[in-house]
């Protein structure tokens, strides 16, 4: 049974940083991909960034591009957000979410995930 479970949110000032953790279990990374998505207040769920397990390759929402990366640790199934510069803008519920991709590459389009965790609250606020 796939599993993941997110953890790190927490609220902070503009311009601060936050990491977030998400840990996996029940699948082998290799197969998958892995994604952060958002979900605002009255808004819809947008992808962040996402990575693949099986060639590395990781793609970024122009909002966020330069400000968040996505790692992975192997030795501990857990997939990390570390954002900085963090806006207002950023206020969300953030989720992590999988989906196989055994042959490589990853979206950060919403549709294409399959298992998601139970998100994890990150407020950006004076």
């Known amino acids: 049974e796939v599993q993941l479970v997110e953890s790190g949110g927490g609220s902070v000032q503009p311009g601060g940083s936050l990491r977030l953790s998400c840990a996996a279990a029940g699948f082998t990374f290799d197969d998958y991909s892995i994604g952060w998505l958002r979900q605002a207040p009255g808004k819809e769920r947008e992808g962040v960034t996402c990575?693949?397990?099986?060639?590395?390759?990781?793609q970024y929402a122009d909002s966020v591009r330069g400000r968040f990366t996505i790692s992975y640790n192997l030795a501990d199934n857990t997939v990390y957000l570390q954002m900085n510069s963090l806006t207002p803008e950023d206020t969300a519920i953030y989720y992590c979410?999988?989906?196989?991709?055994?042959?490589?590459?990853?979206?950060?389009?919403?549709?294409?995930?399959?298992?998601w965790g139970q998100g994890t609250q990150v407020t950006v606020s004076s």
């Open positions: 990575i693949s397990g099986s060639d590395g390759i990781v």
């Open positions: 979410a999988a989906r196989r991709s055994k042959f490589g590459g990853c979206t950060v389009l919403v549709g294409p995930y399959v298992y």
